[in-house]
T-cell receptor, first 114, second 116 residues
Framework: GENVEQHPSTLSVQEGDSAVIKCTYS??????FPWYKQELGKGPQLIID?????GEKKDQRIAVTLNKTAKHFSLHITETQPEDSAVYFC?????????????FGKGTSLLVTP | GAVVSQHPSRVICKSGTSVKIECRSL??????MFWYRQFPKQSLMLMAT?????????EQGVEKDKFLINHASLTLSTLTVTSAHPEDSSFYIC????????????FGPGTRLTVL
């Protein structure tokens, strides 16, 4: 099955700096890579996703890059703000029409200090 | 975006009792829903896949007789934790993919179960 590794487990940055979280995956059949933000006591919220036919995707301060050859993908948050503080999870899965289960990384606890 | 709800959001029960958690897709139909469990400071672990009109499929190590799943309609899946014990205390989260479009998976807000 798929094995998703995520680093770092904790990350502390100052407000305004950039944050980068990296993930690797093992299953070459995986072709959908979402990133979720989870605040304490809440369910995960999708913040950005990328499919294997794209190398990079950007949405305002958030960007994701994908290297299929190396089987790794990264989340980039620029101009971080205190409200970005949360746990971030990467995931990987083959994308199918009948629904799919996500294989999650272990999460990165991001702290943005004012 | 699509909304998935869960009920209850928080439940405390005595050891040995059963607890039912509901997961609803509010504005789309979901033939498949997923149940995850999350222990403190850990990642989400898939427990089972709930299939409308057929039996759920369980991940290795998850007891199907303890975690009963019923996908009664295209918008509702229920997870019943039977004979709950303190080690079942966890954050239970459901999700539903909206197929046919982006296949994005939408998560519920989670249910915090505490077994005394």
């Amino acid at each position: 099955g798929e094995n998703v590794e995520q680093h770092p487990s904790t990350l502390s940055v100052q407000e305004g700096d950039s944050a980068v979280i990296k993930c690797t995956y093992s299953d070459s059949a995986s072709n959908y890579f979402p990133w979720y933000k989870q605040e304490l006591g809440k369910g995960p919220q999708l913040i950005i996703d990328i499919r294997s036919n794209v190398g990079e995707k950007k949405d305002q301060r958030i960007a994701v890059t994908l290297n299929k050859t190396a089987k790794h993908f990264s989340l980039h948050i620029t101009e971080t703000q205190p409200e970005d503080s949360a746990v971030y999870f990467c995931a990987a899965t083959p994308l199918g029409n009948s629904g799919y289960a996500l294989n999650f990384g272990k999460g990165t606890s991001l702290l943005v200090t004012p | 975006g699509a909304v998935v709800s869960q009920h209850p959001s928080r439940v405390i029960c005595k050891s040995g009792t059963s607890v039912k958690i509901e997961c609803r897709s509010l504005d789309f139909q979901a033939t498949t829903m997923f149940w995850y469990r999350q222990f403190p400071k850990q990642s989400l672990m898939l427990m089972a896949t709930s299939n409308e009109g057929s039996k759920a499929t369980y991940e290795q190590g998850v007891e199907k007789d303890k975690f009963l799943i019923n996908h009664a309609s295209l918008t509702l899946s229920t997870l019943t934790v039977t004979s709950a014990h303190p080690e079942d205390s966890s954050f239970y989260i459901c999700s539903a993919p909206r197929t046919g479009e982006s296949n994005e998976q939408f998560f519920g807000p989670g249910t915090r179960l505490t077994v005394l």
